[in-house]
């Protein structure tokens, strides 16, 4: 399976430099859907492995496999979407907490080595959004619960000091702004982007 993924990503850059825009290869945004909720004790190794791979491994490959071009080049932005688990962990979500705190304590040392050649590297952790997979999460807790799924979104909505979810518009501008040369001293950094929802200073 690794070395599936291996080549799945040799594939796609030789694909891209091979095109009319090789230079996309100086912006690259790593995001995966996140593993599944549940019970710690209910997974085993290969699912740990599965997450692991998805959420830690890979965006580290393709930063491997794109960032010396980005140092040569004197210009490279790597924005890596994780989750605001991170900061605070969800106990629901122990593959998630695990595998991107895994990601983040990477990115923390690598990110130092590259901003002097102008490539930065940083991660965005999102809160609760307005997307198909909050609101799959959202229907399977009301039907778990037999709670109405209307009024369990109310709530978690109301649950946010801004007293909304995120509009997946927004992450998209606060993504592009990292992409951006105007981002150029910031790296190594957790933008957390939750509505105000994590209660702590730092």
């Known amino acids: 399976a690794a070395r599936n993924e291996a080549e799945r990503i040799e ?8 095109s009319d825009y090789p230079d996309l ?11 599944p909720p549940g019970d710690f004790r209910d997974w085993d190794r290969d699912v740990w492995i599965a997450a692991v791979d998805a959420n830690m491994l890979t965006p580290i490959f393709l930063i491997k496999a794109t960032v ?33 705190a895994g990601l983040t304590g990477f990115i923390a040392g690598v990110a130092r080595k590259t901003v002097g050649a102008n490539v930065t590297i940083n991660n965005l952790l999102p809160g609760a959004f307005d997307t198909d997979r909050m609101n799959g999460n959202i229907a399977a ?3 778990k619960t037999g709670a109405d799924v ?9 649950s946010i000091p801004a007293g909304r979810f995120g509009d997946p518009y927004e992450f998209g501008e606060y993504c592009a702004f990292l992409c951006s ?10 933008l957390l982007i939750d509505g105000g929802n994590y209660p702590g200073t730092f």
């Open 25 to 35: 290869e100086l912006i690259l945004v790593n995001n995966a859907g996140g593993p």
């Open 11 to 18: 594939a796609c850059l030789e694909s891209l430099r091979a």
């Open 150 to 158: 209307a009024e369990m979104t109310k709530k978690r909505a109301a």
């Open 68 to 100: 010396d071009g980005m140092i040569e080049r004197k210009f490279g932005r790597v924005v890596n979407i994780t989750s605001s688990s991170v900061k605070a962990p969800i106990e629901v979500l122990g593959l998630s907490n695990g595998a991107r």
């Open 181 to 190: 040369a105007q981002a150029g001293y910031i790296t190594g950094q957790n």
């Open 141 to 143: 807790a009301a039907k």
